[in-house]
């Protein structure tokens, strides 16, 4: 794994894998079998300091405390929707605010995880992308979020399902993010199935392979587009890698038997969302094992861009299913506090994060939504 060092010249011990842990730790004199020890420690125990490691020996606590330090997100705001979901804004060591959402469903708690500062990807329509690419995060930076929302909220809030669609292109944070999913999917660590864990993309048609070769998670792919022209236009990534050789990829892909491609496609008025569009898109899913998500654009002061009215993305969805592609609406969950699709990073670091939610609420009142500030439950539960 990357292992990272920090100024004082400590190594973050959740940047090493359990083959790694236990080389450090016969390295300091301890035994190999407590490896795996700490590892639980670490990662399903959340533990925040070596004295909690009771069962090994206090010596090599000592020892490791010298040479390694165990890393945290620090909490800065956990704030409840009023339909429940929470979105967690976090801080990194070095300063960056990240975002995790926590959208609870009838029978499913679906995590929404970061993967970078920002987003490079520069597609016209989605607010993360207004920051740039701050930096990529880290793979315990990745890994702590469901450690740690795991840890403030109780079994109401168990976590089932993790979807990569936070802040950031995952698979442009590839080097960190497979290493991440080790994490995830480790029986001696986070140990969620891979059915339970998507990892989202613009299309980065060569680190698609690499993760299908390394791991078996769900790829969820954002097309938002029917033709090469107008995916241009929103999608700056389509210059590299042009629709033709993404869906030739995605038909090549080696899935799992039982797997799809989820295929995001976020409809915006006018732009995406005609009949024509819907005829393309059954088209293009041809010869694809491949699931359509559609989601109706959560408008902002930000962009002109207009969520289609609620009819069009009906109809849209009837073309698709009478012509035998599996398509579902993504409901907008999180609006109020800004934690939907499309509306993390947009934290003023300037302003503290009360501040900030008090003007989103102000912005939301004005637009005429009819939500009560007063209603908002703003949880401050660090
Ligand atoms: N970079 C990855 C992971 C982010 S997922 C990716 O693009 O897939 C975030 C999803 O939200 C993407 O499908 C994106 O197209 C969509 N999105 C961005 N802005 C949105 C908005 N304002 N309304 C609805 N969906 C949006």
């Known amino acids: 794994m990357p292992i990272f060092t920090r100024a004082d010249g400590r190594i973050d011990l959740k940047s090493l894998s359990l083959p790694e842990i236990e080389a450090a730790l016969t390295g300091l004199g301890g035994e190999r079998f407590r490896a795996l020890q700490v590892y639980k420690w670490l990662w399903q125990r959340g533990v925040r300091s070596f004295d909690e490691m009771t069962n090994v020996a206090k010596v090599v606590r000592a020892k490791l405390e010298e040479h390694y330090y165990i890393s945290f997100l620090e909490v800065v705001a956990v704030q409840k929707s009023i339909d429940g979901t929470h979105k967690f804004l976090w801080q990194t060591e070095d300063g960056h605010k990240i975002e995790s959402v926590l959208i609870p469903d009838d029978e499913r708690n679906t995590l929404c995880v970061s993967t970078q500062v920002g987003c490079a990807m520069a597609c016209t329509f989605c607010l993360t992308g207004d920051l740039g690419l701050r930096r990529h ?82 790829l969820a792919v954002s097309l938002n587009a029917t033709t090469e022209e107008q995916r241009r236009q929103v999608m700056p990534i389509t210059r590299k890698y042009p629709m033709e050789e993404l869906l030739a990829a995605c038909r090549t892909l080696p899935l799992k038997a039982t797997k799809r491609i989820t295929f995001e496609y976020v409809m915006m008025a006018g732009f995406n969302d005609s009949m024509a569009d819907a005829q393309r898109l059954a088209k293009l899913m041809r010869g694809i094992k491949s699931k359509v998500n559609l989601i109706p654009y959560n408008e902002n002061p930000d962009r002109d861009i207009k969520r289609p009215p609620d009819a069009v993305v009906k109809a849209f969805q009837h073309h698709l299913v009478t012509h035998g592609i599996q398509a579902s609406v993504r409901v907008t969950r999180g609006r109020d506090i800004s934690a939907a699709c499309g509306q993390l990073g947009k934290a003023d670091p300037t302003k503290s994060t009360v501040e900030e939610e008090k003007i989103a609420a102000i912005r939301i009142r004005r637009e005429g939504e009819g939500y009560d500030a007063s209603r908002f439950a703003f949880d401050d539960i660090v």
């Open 137 to 218: 995060l880290r793979p315990s930076e990745i890994a702590n979020q469901p450690l740690q929302v795991r840890e403030k909220l109780d079994a109401t809030y168990r976590i089932t399902n993790v979807v990569m669609m936070g802040m950031g292109e995952p698979l442009h944070n590839i080097d960190n993010l497979i290493p991440a999913l080790e994490i995830y999917l480790g029986e001696q660590a986070l140990n969620f199935s891979h059915r339970k864990v998507t990892v989202s993309t613009v299309g980065l048609v060569p680190q698609m392979q690499r993760l299908a070769d390394a791991l078996p998670v769900n």
